[in-house]
């Protein structure tokens, strides 16, 4: 993504309903061409030993009336915002802090002389006065704030190293005009949802799914946002078709059974067939455990599972939470009642990326289950005895499947095009015949002491 190989590669997301709001504040604290601040306050996720990830936790604009001093050609602060800067958010909190500002013009801004000496002094006091030895991130913007230029300041203030800004949840780069002399199939094929936007249409055609699981919900989840416009796949599951499988599975054949085709060669088959030309589709019939398969996993912009066991749920929340990558948890499930009536549902559940709460301190999986699928055949066949175990061969339907995968691929288009708000997580559930939809209150979800979640990083 960087040609730049040398260190490591730092970056910052801003979720684009949080930007929006965000610049709007910085837009309107100037009357005409003034140069304005904003602070934001971001968690920093150590991805591996070379990447690093930020999210804000927090954010603030000062108002005009808290500047000294504010014009086209500089700003200073007065002391008290300083002061509440301090009390309110620096000296209590593990974050680090990003100072935004801007420059009049249009132009893609560079660092003055000015912002060189102010950044410096501000990225020695941060890291000298807290015990938690606060980084500085800097950016600075153009007047209207489209484009940007970011860098993270060292300890001792007298360095400093590019970082990539992102106003969304995934490291793709806004490409402004989509080229024009390619293929015009593409942009025709997708002409009915133009409305969208082509920074939307880019963006799905940039963005790499990680899909877990390939059977009943995944297969209609990924022909269906690859209906959308995603093209790049990574699809996992270690099962080939089976008969069972077709009551459920859309362009799925005997002759696939006969041969034996694995579930991630028949999906991969479902995006190709959307696809003649362009699209980049991985297949590995494996399972989640499988170390190297993780490593493809943390690399995805998102991760959809959509297994039938708590295990592999269990696996891809710890994934999503070590490498910051957006987790959708995709299920459905259908019971009888005693008089006869059945019961059907279907979940998706979307964590919120920073933690706060996960699929397992929200109940969301068992983790007692999770634990019975890992264990060896002899201890599942005596829980099984017992009673701990549901028979493998759950109920399933394809139009239940089909409701639960199509409102996934509508949360994705929401989160992707910025009109849908899920930065504090989501959890809908749909019950049928009562045809309702529920949505969690997911305050109610907060686990602040979750093994999993509540402190950063958690080792698989
Ligand atoms: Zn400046
Ligand atoms: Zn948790």
Known sequence: MNNSQKSSEISLHVPPLTWNSFRQAMLSARNSHEEVIGFLFCQRHQISKHQIRYFPQDWIVPA???????????????????????????????????????????????????DDRAESEYARFLSSNF?????????????????????????????????????SWFEIKEVPNAQPNQQSNTNLMFSRQKVFGEVFQQQLSELTVALIGCGGIGAVFAEQLGRLGVKKWLLVDPDRLEIVNLNRMPGATQQMVEKKWHKVEYVKHLIKKIY??????????????????????????????????????????????????????????IDIQADGMPRMYCRITVPPLGGGWCLMCGNIINL??????????????????????????????FWLNSICASTAVGVIQGMVGGFLNIEAGLD???????????????????????????SDGCDL
């Open 64 to 114: 005009p009336d808290c500047y000294e001093h504010q014009s086209a050609c500089g700003l200073v602060l007065k002391e008290e915002f300083h002061l509440f800067l301090l009390e309110n958010y620096l000296s209590k909190s593990q974050l680090d802090v990003v100072h935004v500002h801007t420059h009049a013009g249009a132009e893609t801004p560079c660092f003055s002389v000015v």
């Open 131 to 167: 015990s938690q030895k606060t980084r500085l991130i800097s950016g600075v913007f153009d007047e209207s704030m489209e484009q940007s230029n970011f860098r993270i300041w060292n300890k001792k203030g007298n360095d400093f190293d590019s970082v990539n800004f992102y106003h």
């Open 276 to 333: 003649q030309i362009g699209s980049c589709v991985k297949t590995i019939p494996t399972a989640i455990e499988d170390k190297t398969t993780q490593q493809e996993i943390a690399a995805a912009d998102l991760i959809i599972v959509a297994t039938d066991n708590h295990r592999s749920r269990q696996i891809a929340q710890q994934l999503a939470l070590k490498y910051m990558r957006p987790l959708f948890s995709l299920g459905t499930h």
């Open 368 to 397: 007692q289950k999770a634990a019975l699928e890992s264990a060896p055949v002899e201890i599942e066949n005596l829980a099984s005895q017992a009673g701990y175990l549901e028979g493998i061969n759950d109920p399933a339907v």
């Open 428 to 454: 809908w559930i749909y019950q049928f015949p009562e045809s309702q939809w529920h949505k969690t209150n997911t305050d109610y979800l907060l686990t602040p002491d979750c093994y999993f979640c509540g």
